[in-house]
């Protein structure tokens, strides 16, 4: 869907990104990683051109994005940031119905589309008259989401987009983001300093460092990766790797499956003495027993993964 | 108190129009400024390299003196009310386009990001974002502008826009307190009125700045009602300071001596010459040894019917002063009748026209007395301050003053120039803030003593008894001391431009008088 071809940018005499090489595919969640500096929103906004890159090209759906009229490009990718980005002097029908007024639709289209957004995001009707200043911040994201999906997008693309909230309130919104049927199938590029996050929501993750990528690949073979760079990013956020006072290495020797199913998956059971990063560098399918009474199909298991992860922490 | 009812009751239609005029040249000269301010503040916000250049060149605009700012209009555009409309449109730029920029400039980036991030070109951005975001903000600017136009507005009086300040400036220059309070009380309740106004749409705007978007076809649409043109019914208009309107020895007497049926501009001193020059006068009240009278060729007509009191200068002192030094009495003396007319017209027109400095001027003329001028200081502590009201002659006859005396007696010497009307000036040479100033003795009579009309008219047709009954009514009531006149006579005197009167054939104000009754 995206792909960038020795791309570069310097902002006046400093390089932010030296000779990008990437490709993004359809459906994924694509994680954009890294410390501040990295380089890495500079990155996700060359896609919408919100920054022009000085040199390479950038591939939308095939098509060079020099050569699509820009605000058609920006029309068909939605863009989430921090804190949602709200216009505070617009209602939030108003914000939503921003996009879809900006292509031109129709009112007799624009009013039940709104209201089947706000329904998506899990919101009443009655948040449609209110000004974004009396939402909560989880709220406020999530109307922010909406905006960006209201044209139907290809691509979305978040920019941190739940590192303004507390730690609770993330994780929930975390969660809803995975469950949010409205983007499941629409590509994402999300930029995110917090680890966890992108282990709990990527299918992808890119580790960003200096303007460079360091490592491309699934958030399994993330953890597993030697690479120095990924090991030092991780060792940033080792607590969170620590769980019942296990290393990873212990983990790997000490877990056993608690079972088989018939057709010969490994059973895991979910408990909160089970280090369950063990689970999730398995090599072959398995199934997770959490709860004693829930069966997690593989599809599923991050989910559940990083819920128990986070009650841990 | 009672005396202000009075005062306010007496003249209420009066007062009515001028608080009118008033509110209008505020208010159309805001309109202005609001939508050239927003729209230049917009652009700068968007063309940011040329913001500090245009902010630096509002700021500029701003500190040009008001009445200087004035003073360059006249040639471009004439007297009265466009050209008042054009000075406080200037004064009302600054704060709007000011707050203009920053209110776009100081909105979060990341909503600017997301506008342009869903696709809104700039001018969608600006529109719809940037601008509702920073209302209140301009609204701000707007009360701001307002409120110092309330007050810069009252100057326009002086250049015959009307408003309050012709009651102000009017009582100032007639020592009339409650006339001024007339006029500067509405002025204040005015600027209150605009901050409360505006105030209230900021708050407005904070909730809604769509409704409030509102205000400014509102204020146009208010502003419109204004544009209705006053067509002129005499033949002539005449432009005289408001002094001169507002005294019984003035127009008003002058009037019922000659008959003179003529529209009325109030115009400031100063530029009353350069109006009567430019053509948006016919005739005014000048001084008959003013220097542009000969620099701009104007015509002095004769009193036939002798109507104008003499106006001999003579230096006004402090008694007290008088006694601490007195050999400030021979040193003043050594000029005693030493300038006749025609010399203080030169004098007068070297300031005026050849743009030399009134120093320079006072100091080459008493070299050519032979005496040796002596520099004054301007410290803060001098033994003598001597005053001078805004006008050249008097500029030049206190820098006279202040170098004879520094000369002759040693003292230091301080010069304070351009007070604002005889009453602020007397006022101060009474408390001994100024110890000497330059007066003229048909202003000492009629603005200062005021005797009453039978006292006066029998006074002026003997001047030997006039010179005693001024220095003896001063010594008494004010403890001040007329020392001797300079020797010229600086009387008011109607003048026209030379080529109209020649014209019209008109050589003294009868004949003025015939032509605007026929």
């Not at chain 2, 351009?418 to 009474?430: M, R």
Request: net charge neutral; charged share 20%.
């Amino acid at each position: 869907m995206i792909t960038f071809e020795n791309v570069s940018k310097s902002f006046s005499s400093q390089t932010v990104l030296k000779n990008i090489n990437l490709t993004i595919k359809e459906g994924e969640t694509f994680c954009l990683l890294g410390h501040s500096g990295s380089g890495k929103t500079t990155l996700l906004k060359l896609i919408n051109k919100l920054i022009v890159s000085d040199n390479g090209s950038i591939f939308f759906n095939n098509q060079d994005i020099n050569t699509i009229d820009v605000r058609n490009l920006r029309k068909n990718i939605g863009y989430v940031i921090q804190s949602g980005g709200l216009f505070p002097h617009m209602n939030i029908a108003k914000n939503i119905a921003l996009p879809l007024k900006l292509s031109g639709a129709e009112e007799s289209i624009i009013r039940p589309r709104t209201e089947e957004l706000i329904n998506q995001i899990g919101l009443d009707k009655s948040f449609l008259n209110r000004y974004p200043t009396t939402l909560s911040g989880g709220q406020q994201q999530r109307v922010g989401i909406a905006r960006a999906i209201a044209n139907h997008p290809d691509l979305l693309l978040l920019d941190e987009p739940f590192s303004a909230l507390d730690p609770v309130l993330r994780d929930q919104m975390q969660n809803d983001f995975l469950e949010l049927q409205a983007i499941k199938d629409i590509t994402k590029v999300m930029v995110t300093h917090d680890l966890k996050e992108a282990l709990k929501l990527g299918d992808r993750i890119c580790l960003m460092g200096k303007g460079e990528i360091q490592f491309t690949g699934t958030p399994t073979e993330f953890l597993q990766s030697d690479l120095v760079t990924v090991k030092d990013y991780i060792g940033d956020e080792k607590v969170s790797l620590f769980i019942n006072g296990l290393t990873l290495g212990q983990i790997k020797n000490e877990i056993r499956p608690v079972a088989n199913t018939e057709d010969g998956k490994d059973i895991f059971k979910a408990t909160d003495q089970t280090p369950l990063t063990k689970i999730l560098n398995q090599e072959k399918p398995f199934v997770l027993l959490a709860d004693n009474d829930h069966i997690y199909e593989v599809s599923q298991i991050k989910k559940v993964f990083f819920n128990q992860l986070s009650a841990f922490l | 108190m009672s005396e202000l009812l009075q005062y306010i009751s007496n003249n209420i239609d009066e007062l009515i129009s001028q608080t009118f005029e008033h509110f209008k040249l505020t208010l159309l000269s805001i309109v202005i400024a609001s939508m050239i301010g927003i729209v230049i503040g917009s652009f700068i916000s968007i063309q940011q390299k040329l913001a500090s250049s245009f902010l630096t060149l509002v700021n500029i605009l701003q500190t040009i003196p008001s009445l200087a700012l004035l003073g360059f209009l006249i040639p471009l555009i004439g007297i009265g009310e466009y050209p008042a409309i054009v000075a406080l449109f200037i004064y009302a730029l600054l704060p709007i386009v000011r707050n203009t920029f920053t209110g776009i400039t100081e909105i979060d980036k990341t909503i600017v990001e997301a506008g342009l991030g869903l696709g809104m070109s700039k001018w969608q951005l600006l529109t719809k974002v940037q601008l509702p975001l920073a209302t209140p903000l301009i609204i701000a600017g707007i009360r701001t502008a307002s409120v110092i136009n309330v007050g810069v507005a009252t100057l326009c009086a002086l250049i015959a826009a009307g408003g309050l300040g012709e009651s102000i400036f009017g009582g100032i220059s007639l020592n009339n307190t409650n006339m001024i309070l007339a006029g500067a009380i509405p002025a204040s309740i005015m600027a209150l009125l605009f901050d409360g106004f505006f105030s209230l749409f900021q708050q407005i705007a904070r909730k809604n700045a769509t409704v409030s978007l509102l205000l400014l076809p509102g204020m146009l649409l208010i502003s419109s009602l204004f544009f209705i043109p006053s067509k002129s019914k005499s033949k002539m208009v005449a432009g005289f300071n408001s002094e001169f309107i507002q005294r019984s020895d003035g127009f008003l007497g002058l009037d019922s001596l000659y008959g003179l049926p003529v529209e009325i501009k109030e115009l400031e001193i100063g530029l009353m010459y350069k109006a009567l020059a430019n053509g948006d006068v016919d005739f005014i009240d000048g001084f008959s040894t003013d220097g542009r009278v000969k620099a701009y060729d104007l015509k002095l007509l004769i009193d036939d019917k002798a109507y104008f009191p003499p106006y001999y200068a003579a230096p006004l002192v402090n008694q007290a002063t008088l006694s601490k030094y007195p050999n400030i009495r021979p040193a003043l003396e050594k000029i005693a009748g030493a300038i006749n007319d025609e010399e203080m017209s030169e004098l007068n027109r070297q300031v005026d026209q050849n743009k030399k400095s009134p120093a320079e001027v006072a100091t080459d003329f008493l070299k050519s007395r032979g005496i040796n001028a002596k520099k004054t200081d301007k410290t803060d502590n001098a033994q003598i301050v001597i005053g001078s009201k805004s006008f050249t002659e008097s500029y030049i006859l206190a820098h006279i003053f202040g170098q004879l005396i520094a000369a002759e007696t040693g003292l230091s010497v301080d010069i304070k120039t351009g007070f604002g009307g005889t009453k602020l000036l007397f006022d101060a040479l009474k408390t001994g803030e100024v110890d000497i100033y330059p007066e003229y003795t048909g202003t000492g009579l009629l603005v200062l003593l005021n005797p009453g009309k039978a006292k006066v008219r029998k006074l002026l047709d003997d001047p030997k008894t006039l010179n005693n009954y001024l220095q003896e009514e001063f010594r008494e009531k004010y403890q001040v001391v007329w020392l001797n006149e300079l020797g010229f006579n600086n009387t008011f005197a109607i003048m026209m431009r030379k080529e109209q009167a020649s014209k019209l054939n008109i050589n003294t104000i009868s004949d003025l008088s015939d032509y605007l009754k026929n």
